[in-house]
């Protein structure tokens, strides 16, 4: 993301993502109460879990896109990746929570009572999910976000899984309570899955890790540069959409090595939009 308007379209999404899943959630909140099952009570919370997702992701966004101050040189982007971890954690956290329900009425039976209007509204649910999905990732795609990323493959699971619970819920009418249970420990073992992937995934990014394939663009694009004799390191520091580089160069010709740290300055500038910091080496 380049623009104040591409946080303000990301924060957009977010916000109205997060209006559609709190409807899903009292909508299958509801259907859960009248049948008793607890997979579509476990698919329930998860959309609640997730307006809470998309919620504090466009507050993310907002802070994200706060200019830089004096205390803050180059902005507070890297609230998106605090944000991104902390979305993976109650991601993590909600699985492990729905696969102990599960557990809990696998052991202690209760009925569960079929509808098809229930079973008709679950579908339609999850081909909204579906939808949020495509729109994520192509959102994602678009303004190089990875928050919109992980919320669209948050999202595509949560379509695999409603459908999992439509047919489970279809299914108890000949083979009975157990069913419900067991496709709720496989919904749940579905989301730890993606938590963990997420976490492990921000996590890098949250403690620095390098970015080889941005450093490998920078230092070709330095090569590049005219009165650029050599490029003997380059650093990368991520803020979200705000990169800066640290490079350490040496150049062909000193009396004009002014001018070639300007030159390099204006290239990563325009093609990476981002700041660079040069060294010369003598």
């Known amino acids: 993301m380049k623009s104040i308007n591409d946080f303000r379209k990301t924060e957009f999404i977010c916000a109205g993502a997060a209006v559609i899943n709190l409807a899903l959630f009292f909508v299958k909140l509801y259907i859960a109460i009248s049948s008793n099952s607890i997979s579509i009570y476990i698919d329930s919370l998860n959309s609640i879990a997730d307006t809470f997702i998309c919620a504090l992701a466009a507050a993310g966004f907002r802070i994200s896109s706060m ?3 004096e205390k803050y040189p180059f902005g507070l982007g890297k609230t998106e990746d ?8 109650v991601i993590l956290g909600t699985g492990f929570a729905f696969i102990y329900t599960s557990l809990q009425r696998l ?3 209760v009925p569960v009572w079929f509808s098809v209007k229930y079973a008709v509204a679950i579908a339609i649910g999850a081909f909204v999910k579906l939808f949020l999905a495509v729109a994520f990732r192509k959102a994602g795609k678009s ?3 990875e928050i919109l990323r992980n919320i669209g493959i948050d999202s595509t699971l949560d379509f695999m899984m409603s459908v ?3 047919i489970s819920f279809t299914l108890t009418v000949k083979l009975g309570y157990a069913v419900d249970s067991v496709t709720g420990i496989i919904a749940s073992v579905i989301i730890i899955i993606s938590g963990f992937g997420s976490i492990k995934s921000t996590l890098g990014s949250l403690i620095g890790r390098r970015d080889d394939k941005i450093c490998a663009e920078a230092k070709n694009l330095l090569k590049e540069t005219d009165g650029v004799a050599d ?3 380059v650093e990368c520091h991520s803020y979200a959409h705000r990169k800066v580089f640290n490079a350490e160069i040496t150049v062909s010709d000193s009396s004009d090595a002014c001018q070639t740290v300007t030159n390099c300055e204006n290239i990563i500038q325009s093609e990476l ?6 060294k010369i080496k003598r």
């Open 107 to 109: 052991m202690y039976p």
């Open 164 to 166: 999992c619970i439509v």
């Open 82 to 89: 605090v944000v991104n971890f902390l979305l993976s954690a």
């Open 273 to 278: 939009n981002a700041l660079l910091y040069i």
């Open 143 to 145: 303004f190089g976000s």
């Open 67 to 69: 200019k830089p101050s």
């Open 231 to 233: 490029v003997v390191s």
